[in-house]
């Protein structure tokens, strides 16, 4: 992982998360440790660190690079296609 920046963080729009769930986790009944906004739909899922690491899961799906920390208090987004990680504040 590299701290900084790349063309798909640059030029993300910031999408809010809608609720502060996963969304394929609830339709499932699972759990989830952490959530990321994906900033290309704002779809809001659940980190790599959860069971069933459905954010990294929709960026390779949808080629959708850019998620954000869906997580109070945490300012940063990532880009998944460069493994670039861009902090804020």
Request: contains cysteine; aromatic residues 8%; proline residues 3%.
């Amino acid at each position: 992982m590299r701290f900084g920046s790349c063309e798909h963080l640059d030029n993300y729009e910031n999408k809010d998360p809608k609720a502060y769930e996963c969304e394929e986790c609830v339709k499932t009944g699972d759990r989830w440790v952490h959530l990321r906004t994906c900033q290309e739909c704002g779809v809001t899922l659940c980190c790599d660190s959860s069971p069933n690491q459905h954010a990294s899961a929709h960026a390779r799906k949808m080629n959708h690079p850019v998620i954000k920390s869906a997580e109070l208090g945490e300012d940063w987004a990532y880009c998944f296609i460069h493994e670039a990680l861009l902090t804020k504040g």
